[in-house]
């Protein structure tokens, strides 16, 4: 309720900034959109620039992989996930954490450290991302992270080793995601209508991984449930691939600029807007 109020919409509008800094925000805004306005078009105008707009597709992608890669999360929480199972189905690590051997208030207390660093882990990646203005390998970093304690997780039986799985996991996948949100609406130029059907777009086409990936975990494969750490493994290896596929299609892009504007390092052309990848 309170964010409702205080949360600004736009640079002109926001009451805690003078009228200088109102007008440097707005310029920062118009920068950083190649100079697009972001009021042009409408809705629809929006969705059809998104939909003919190649980023949007590959970013659908990562999206949806990022999401398949998170597929262990769907009932971590539940006493019913912990103890039993759901349809013939179980979250991998539930499973897991039953393997601990800990009573029903351990394994409730056992599961809060892993979320508590990924959030310390997110904060720490968005800020040096934001600092260095780069976003494909602050999201490939903790990918391969998250690969990596998947792979513990279906290979070992040992708890401590799967613990510090678990907590990779889910630092690795929780940050990549958040980074590509933001990636997503940053190299993608204004307007906000675009940005707005991009991420509605993406939204709905990743939201379909929850179909099927629970029927990855059927408790036949437990302890190590490698069918579903293999779902797992296959989103994060589409993620890292789709963000290099990002990344190169960026440079592309910023090379035609380059050569448009006349722009090279001893050419002392200032250079304009670029894809920031």
């Not at 401590?160 to 990636?183: D, P």
Request: positive net charge; proline residues 4%.
């Amino acid at each position: 309720m309170a964010a409702f109020f205080i949360l600004p919409d736009w640079p002109h509008n926001t009451k805690f900034l003078t009228e200088e800094e109102k007008e440097m925000a707005q310029y920062r805004v118009l920068v950083s959109n190649g100079g697009i306005d972001e009021g042009v078009g409408g809705t629809w105008d929006g969705v059809k620039d998104a939909v003919r707009d190649p980023f949007t597709w590959l970013f659908c992608g990562m999206h949806f992989a990022l999401v398949t890669a998170q597929s262990f999360k769907d009932f971590f929480p539940s006493v019913s996930c912990i103890w039993t199972t759901y349809s013939g189905t179980a979250n991998m690590f539930c499973q897991i954490l039953k393997t601990f051997g800990f009573d029903k208030t351990t394994t409730y207390l056992v599961q809060a450290p892993p979320y508590a660093i990924a959030y310390a882990v997110a904060c720490g990646l968005a800020w040096t991302s934001g600092r260095f203005q780069e976003s494909c390998y602050h999201i490939i970093g903790p990918i391969v992270a998250s690969a990596v304690g998947t792979i513990m997780l279906i290979t070992s039986l040992n708890v401590g080793l799967r613990y510090f799985g678990i907590i990779l996991l889910i630092s690795g996948t929780y940050s990549g995601l958040n980074l590509q949100l933001s990636w997503e609406t940053t190299l993608v130029p204004a307007p906000k209508s675009k940005k707005a059907a991009l991420i509605a777009i993406a939204n709905c086409i990743s939201q379909t991984s929850h179909w099927f990936s629970p029927y990855f975990f059927p408790t036949s494969q437990e302890p190590f449930y490698r069918l579903g750490g293999g779902l797992i493994l296959f989103g994060c290896l589409t993620t890292c691939l789709l963000c290099w596929g990002i990344k190169w299609r960026a440079k592309k892009l910023n090379k035609k600029l380059d050569e448009l504007e006349g722009y090279s390092a001893n050419s002392g052309n200032e250079r304009g807007w670029r894809y920031v990848y």
